[in-house]
């Protein structure tokens, strides 16, 4: 199949790449006009107790629970002050008449003592939105800039929408710095790789190629469904690491192809059914592994998952036929624009005579084969104890103030909480619904009952509710006005009382000093839930506690699903293409002891702290959750990139040599060069990510870094050699039936279809080839 799409690619060469502009001119085209843009939220989990409690809250009050906080500070004036309060008023007044807002607060309005700071020279203003998350966050930038300072009052603006709108901004200029530093490093790789200009290009024009088309796709769907503005990221970084390894690989293969004599047609032939057919088995591994996020509720989760795929989908369109047709057009001159390089750091090209394979890595292959047990031991040992510190894992959603970047909504926040009384406090909203709008003698009884229970849970500090006083009254005379009727009770009074209670629905704020987005968060948001409500009445609960706990609890019912269709799925390729049952489940182990490792560096240094200095970061105690996720999804398909290459060659040589240690030896001999290249790219890609100023990113980075970096030297250098020489013929094993349904039916070829294969090509060529093709 893959030799026939090579016979393709040659044949229609001249059309191809014209082919491959055109596609990339009409997505491009095609995302201008029906393309949407990329949301600034996507972490609520649909259905969920707070998307509901939101929406109740919203549809009742008529604002969302999403705000603009404006903090004023003056050291030498009394912020309770008329004068100073004017000023607060006047700084409001073109962001009072926008649509947006649903109301404003400030001390003038509501003489709350929460709203002046414990030194008494600042105060804030809470903008109360009517947009719900996504959309607030959208419209931040612009909101802020309708506020007009008071000359000589410092001015602070903050607020979640605001604060996810900086974070936004700030992963954006990452994501750019990384792409500026990426993009030469991999330059510089490929011309060390290949040694020649002409070479060294063609990776880099696939990789814009499947940019381009990956980033108008991505648009497009984005018109249809929501997708995060964190899939750039992950589209960026799969998609110059993908293309530019799989046109590694195809590259190399094409000029060792033609070393041996063959004509060009030949050689574009004989690439595509073996690193051609590597390339479609690893594209279909990286894709895999990236639909497993699609099962995940989160919107943005799964919206990574979709980019990822659609840009690996781009990578090996482009990959497969743009690129051979290129390489058929070059021929011999690939090699044009020599680099000149010093001997030692150039890759076998397996043509040489067996005895002179002994590069650097086939080396170390037949000295960890002599002695596999005592060289794999120490590797394995090593690997497992980097592995520990993840056993003590504690994950959040990326909400407290010290996972985020420095900037002035953070600042803001930081003002807020250090400096007013209860800032330090993020209350868990309840919403409260009864079966009608009636509130007479009893259901205030059952609702004091209630609010009772809710102050005795271990963790709050306080409860506000319909109960709670306006400031400045007593509590018997605000109680004795609740019950009478609302047209007979003084106006300011049913303003007040309108912020509680709408209809049907009271809101209730339980407010608690632990962190919201932690463990004990979210088992005070779960203690909340179980109080029980009133006769008839059902209880949601919002706020970020809740959003923490129903993003975990549906995260972790989604990771075994997700871990299982990785797993599961990419065995079952496996299986397919190298008809053995032991060589799927050693990559599957070889997979999760690299992932592993990185898991455990990623604990030890972004939850821990170590290294925080040197990496220039502040660590906050916990890992983003979608971080190991994204990395798993990610690296698990990469893996597989280098161990359909390495397996592929080994096994060409063990069909040609029936010997397990010489196919092991060479095979590792002739693709240990391309991996370290290929994995030296990923580890530039990866590692511009982690120079960022967003510890998230930076943490994906540098984990993702390390993990290929292990990949490529412990996992394929010490513990493959070691797995294999100690199994032996038995890596090729299966069951005799299952080997004739594989045969049959899968991308493996067995002896008599290789050496089949073998003479057609030796009589195309008119030369006795000692070598097979798969």
Excluded: C
Aim: aromatic residues 8%; charged residues 15%.
């Amino acid at each position: 199949m893959f030799a026939a799409l090579g016979r393709f690619d040659y044949r229609f060469r001249r059309w191809l790449p014209l082919a491959a502009l055109a596609i990339v001119i009409a997505t491009n085209l095609a995302a201008a006009s029906w393309g949407g843009e990329l949301s600034q939220g996507g972490w609520e989990i649909p259905g969920s107790d707070t998307q509901h409690a939101a929406a109740l809250l919203k549809d009742r009050f008529g604002a969302s629970q999403e705000q603009m906080l404006v903090v004023y500070r003056d050291g030498d004036t009394d912020a309770t002050s008329a004068a100073f309060q004017a000023k607060v008023t006047e700084s409001l007044k073109r962001v009072a008449a926008d649509d947006t807002v649903d109301s404003i607060i400030t001390y003038a309005s509501v003489p709350d003592p929460h709203l002046i700071s414990n030194d008494g020279h600042a105060t804030f203003a809470v903008v109360n939105l009517t947009k719900d998350r996504a959309e607030a966050t959208a419209d931040a930038e612009r909101l802020a800039a309708l506020v007009d300072p008071p000359a000589g009052i410092e001015t602070t603006l903050t607020g979640v929408p605001l604060l996810q709108q900086q974070f936004n901004t700030a992963i954006e200029q990452d994501l750019l710095q990384a792409e500026l530093i990426s993009l030469p490093v991999a330059m510089i790789i490929l011309l060390i790789v290949f040694g020649t200009v002409v070479g060294a290009v063609l990776p880099l024009l696939i990789a814009g190629l499947a940019l381009g088309t990956a980033f108008a796709a991505i648009s497009i769907a984005a018109g249809q469904i929501e997708m995060s503005i964190f899939v750039t990221n992950i589209a960026t970084m799969i998609g110059l690491a993908l293309a530019i390894d799989y046109s590694l690989f195809m590259v190399s293969r094409f000029r060792e192809e033609l070393r041996a004599g063959h004509s060009v047609e030949r050689a574009i032939e004989r690439m595509m059914a073996t690193v051609g057919k590597a390339v479609a088995v690893s594209g279909a591994a990286v894709a895999i592994g990236l639909t497993a996020l699609i099962v995940f509720a989160a919107p943005a989760l799964r919206s990574m998952g979709i980019g990822g795929v659609l840009v690996v989908l781009s990578t090996m369109l482009f990959g497969l036929t743009a690129l051979p047709a290129l390489l058929a057009m070059l021929g011999p001159r690939v090699n044009r624009l020599r680099v000149p390089l010093p001997a030692f750091i150039r890759p076998a090209s397996g043509n040489e005579p067996a005895e002179q394979r002994h590069g650097v890595w086939s080396r170390i292959a037949h000295f960890v084969m002599r002695r596999p047990i005592q060289v794999a031991a120490p590797a394995l040992t090593v690997l497992l104890i980097a592995g520990l510190p993840f056993f003590h894992l504690e994950l959040s959603t990326g909400g407290n103030l010290d996972d985020l970047p420095p900037s002035s909504a953070r600042t803001g926040f930081e003002v807020l909480r250090d400096d007013f009384p209860g800032g330090d406090s993020n209350p868990v909203v309840v919403a409260l619904q009864f079966p009608d709008d009636q509130l007479d003698a009893d259901r205030q009884a059952a609702l004091t009952a209630y609010v009772d229970r809710l102050a005795a849970v271990d963790g709050a500090t306080e409860v506000d509710s319909l109960l709670t006083p306006p400031p400045g009254m007593p509590a018997d005379q605000y109680l004795a006005a609740l019950a009478v009727p609302a047209d007979q009770r003084p106006a300011d009074l049913n303003d007040y009382v309108d912020g509680w209670l709408a209809g049907d629905t009271t809101r209730i704020e339980v407010a608690s000093r632990i962190d919201a987005d932690s463990d004990a968060g979210r088992a005070f948001v779960r203690e909340v839930r179980q109080i029980e409500a009133p006769d008839g009445a059902t209880v949601r609960t919002a706020g970020l506690a809740s959003q923490s706990a129903d993003f975990l609890a549906a995260f972790d019912d989604a990771i075994p699903v997700a871990v299982a269709i990785v797993i599961g799925v990419t065995f079952l390729v496996l299986l397919l293409t190298f008809g053995s049952v032991l060589l799927p489940l050693k990559a599957v182990l070889m997979s999760l002891l690299s992932i592993s490792a990185s898991f455990g560096a990623l604990v030890w240094i972004f939850q821990d702290g170590h290294l925080s200095g040197l990496l220039g970061f502040e660590a906050g105690g916990t890992i983003i959750a979608s971080t190991p996720v994204i990395m798993f999804a990610i690296l698990f398909g990469l893996s597989m990139d280098y161990e359909v290459l390495l397996l592929s060659r080994i096994r060409e040589r063990y069909v040609a040599t029936g010997d397990n240690s010489r196919s092991v030896g060479e095979g590792i001999g002739v693709t240990g060069g391309i991996i370290t290249g290929a994995a030296l790219i990923m580890v530039g890609v990866f590692g511009a990510f982690a120079l960022g100023d967003v510890v998230m990113i930076k943490a994906l980075g540098f984990a993702m870094a390390l993990a290929v970096f292990v990949d490529a030297t412990i996992v394929r250098g010490i513990l493959v050699p070691a797995f294999m020489r100690v199994m032996g013929a038995l890596n090729w094993w299966a069951p005799r039936g299952l080997q004739r349904a594989i045969a049959r039916f899968g991308l493996y070829e067995g002896p008599a279809q290789t050496d089949a294969s073998a003479a057609r090509a030796a009589a195309a060529d008119g030369v006795a080839e000692g070598a097979t093709a798969p």
